[in-house]
């Protein structure tokens, strides 16, 4: 059984930093590709980026490209999101999942598990 937890949430000014990290059990990931959403309240949950276990290739959106980077610790089995120059936009809660067979990254269908999420508040 595949499981995920996330943390790193919280509240921050505008302008500054929060790390989130994706704890995973359960199985062997090094062919999975690990995403990152999010979702603010009255909004569908987005793509906000992704990292392939195998080779640590990243992907962004381009609302956070510059800004945030994923990372991984293989020894760990945990992924990483650095979110620099955080914006009130940014205010979601951000969720970890982990594919599989990734092909697409931004979709958020092609995942098959998801943590259970962490808060990031932005304030101005």
């Known amino acids: 059984q595949v499981h995920l937890v996330e943390s790193g949430g919280g509240l921050v000014q505008a302008g500054g930093s929060l790390r989130l990290s994706c704890a995973a059990s359960?199985?062997?990931?090094?062919?999975?590709?690990m995403g990152w959403f999010r979702q603010a309240p009255g909004k569908e949950r987005e793509f906000v980026a992704a990292?392939?276990?195998?080779?640590?290739?990243?992907y962004y959106a381009d609302s956070v490209k510059g800004r945030f980077t994923g990372s991984r610790d293989n020894a760990k089995n945990t992924v990483y999101l650095q979110m620099n120059s955080l914006k009130p936009e940014d205010t979601a809660v951000y969720y970890c999942?982990?594919?599989?067979?990734?092909?697409?990254?931004?979709?958020?269908?092609?995942?098959?598990?998801w943590g259970q999420g962490t808060q990031v508040t932005v304030s101005s």
């Open positions: 359960g199985r062997t990931f090094s062919n999975y590709g």
């Open positions: 990292i392939r276990w195998t080779d640590g290739s990243t």
């Open positions: 999942a982990a594919d599989p067979s990734p092909h697409t990254y931004s979709n958020s269908h092609a995942y098959d598990y």
